[in-house]
C-alpha cells in the first residue's frame, strides 16, 4: 500500500497524509504535514510540507502569553505660590499658579505575516502646560507698574514636540500697557514636577496549542488499482500461468497484472470433437503470510478438430510454420524459431483478472481431453 501505518493502531489501514501539530505557546502556523503519491505507474513517492511562519517569543505576564504589550510614562505636577510684602516696603506682590502633564504610550504588537515574525510599535503622547503670574500694587503705591504673564503650551499626540507661547503685559502706572506674546516649544516655564509614573498592560492573550498528530487520506486498493494500467505478460505454459496482484505489507509499488492463458491440445483426430477443462486455484497472497488457498472455478473448453492439433485461447505466431510447430514438439520456446526479443509463440492469449491481494494459478493435472 501507498503511505503510512498509524503507530499503535493495528489495524492494517495505511494513511497517505500525516499532519503534525506543534505543541507550546505561539501565534502562526503551527502545522507540517507529509503526504504519499501515486505517480501513474503506480510508484509511491512522498512529499513534505514543512511548517509555516509562526512567532512564539511573546510577551510573559504572570504566566500567561500576550501579543501586545502596552507601556504608559506619566510626568504631572503643579504648584501656587506668590511673592512681595506690603507691610514690609514692598511696592507690590505678586501670585503664581501653574500646572504640568505629560504621558507617553507605548504599545508593541507581535504579528506573523509571509515574511514571518514582525513587531510593530507606535508611540503616541497627550501633555499640556500652563503657568499665569499676576502682580498687584500695595495700598501706598496705587498705580505702580505691575506685569501680568500667561503661558499655554501643548504637546502634539504624533511626535510628542511641545508648542505654545507665553504673553507679558506691562503696566506702567499711568494706563499704558506694553504687550509681549512669545511662542516656545516647551512646556511652560516654572512648572513643578512629580516623580515619574510607569505602568504596563498586556492584552491578546494566547492559548497553549496541545502537540498531536493525525493520520488522514486512508489508502485503499481502489486507489492503487485506479492508479496503474495493467500490465500484460504472456510467459505461456501449458500447465501453469499464474497472476500475482500484490499490494500488502509494506510494498512501496503496486503491480497489477493481467494473467493469459492457452491450451495446446495435440494427437487429435481431425473431425472429432473434444472436451475438457483445466482446474483453478484461487489463493489469497500477502506478503510475508502464509497463502490461503481454495479450488477456483475450472476453465472448460469444447472444440471439433481441424488439424492434429488445436491452440484453443491463442493464436500461432505468423513467424512460426505449422509445420515447424509439430516437428518441434509444439515447443513454445521462442528461441527454438528464432523469434526477436519480446515476442511470443502463442500470441492474442485469452485474459482474466485477478482480484486485489490474489494469484490464481492452473493446476497441471486438471482435467483430460476426450473424444464425443
Known amino acids: 500500500m501507498c503511505g503510512v501505518l ?5 489495524d492494517g489501514v495505511y494513511y497517505k497524509k500525516v499532519t503534525t501539530t506543534a505543541g507550546g505557546f505561539y501565534i502562526g502556523s503551527g502545522e507540517s504535514s507529509v503526504e504519499w ?9 512522498i512529499e513534505g510540507t514543512p511548517r509555516g511562519n509562526y512567532c512564539d517569543n511573546l510577551f510573559l505576564d504572570g504566566g500567561t502569553y500576550y501579543v501586545t504589550q502596552t507601556t504608559t510614562v506619566t510626568d504631572s505636577g503643579g504648584a ?17 499658579g501653574g500646572s504640568y502633564s505629560e504621558s507617553t504610550t507605548t504599545e508593541s504588537t507581535i504579528s506573523v505575516d509571509d515574511g514571518g515574525c514582525n513587531t510593530t510599535t507606535t508611540t503616541t503622547y497627550e501633555g499640556s502646560s500652563s503657568y499665569s503670574q499676576t502682580e498687584t500694587c500695595c495700598p501706598d503705591y496705587s498705580g505702580c507698574p505691575t506685569t501680568q504673564i500667561s503661558c499655554t503650551s501643548s504637546i502634539n499626540t504624533q511626535d ?38 510607569s505602568s504596563t498592560t498586556y492584552s491578546g492573550p494566547v492559548s497553549e496549542v496541545v502537540s498531536s498528530v ?16 495493467w500490465e500484460n505478460w504472456s510467459s505461456i505454459s501449458i500447465s501453469t500461468p499464474i497472476s500475482y496482484n500484490q499490494d500488502r505489507n509494506e510494498a512501496d509499488r503496486f503491480d497489477q497484472q493481467e494473467s493469459e492463458y492457452a491450451f495446446i491440445a495435440t494427437n487429435l ?12 486455484q484461487d489463493c489469497t497472497y500477502i506478503r510475508n503470510e502464509e497463502e490461503e488457498c481454495e479450488d477456483g472455478l475450472p476453465v472448460g473448453v469444447a472444440f471439433t478438430a481441424t488439424d492434429i492439433f488445436e491452440i484453443i485461447g491463442g493464436t500461432l505466431n505468423s513467424a512460426v510454420s505449422r509445420d515447424d510447430f509439430v516437428d518441434n514438439d509444439y515447443s513454445i520456446d521462442p528461441s527454438t524459431y528464432n523469434l526477436p526479443a519480446g515476442e511470443y509463440v502463442i500470441e492474442s492469449l485469452t485474459a482474466f483478472l485477478v482480484s486485489a491481494g490474489e ?3 492452473m493446476a497441471v493435472g486438471g482435467g483430460f481431453f476426450y473424444m464425443d
Do not use: H, L, M
Not at 498509524?6 to 493495528?10: K, L, M, T, V, Y
Not at 503685559?169 to 512646556?187: K, N, Q
Not at 483426430?269 to 483453478?280: A, E, F, I, L, P
Open 37 to 45: 503519491y501515486r505517480n501513474e505507474n503506480g510508484v509511491c513517492s
Open 359 to 361: 494469484k490464481r494459478t
Open 6 to 10: 498509524e503507530p499503535g493502531a493495528d
Open 269 to 280: 483426430v481431425v473431425g472429432k470433437s473434444y472436451t475438457g477443462y483445466r482446474t483453478t
Open 80 to 96: 501656587s505660590g506668590g511673592g512681595g510684602d506690603c507691610s514690609a516696603g514692598s511696592v507690590s506682590t505678586f501670585t503664581t
Open 160 to 197: 510628542g514636540t511641545w508648542s505654545g507661547s507665553v504673553t507679558v503685559v506691562d503696566y506702567d502706572g499711568s494706563g499704558g500697557t506694553y504687550t509681549t506674546t512669545t511662542p516656545i516649544s516647551d512646556p511652560c516655564p516654572t512648572t513643578y514636577n512629580d516623580p515619574s509614573q
Open 214 to 229: 493525525t493520520y488522514s487520506n486512508a489508502d485503499t486498493e481502489s486507489d492503487a488499482e485506479s492508479a496503474t494500467e
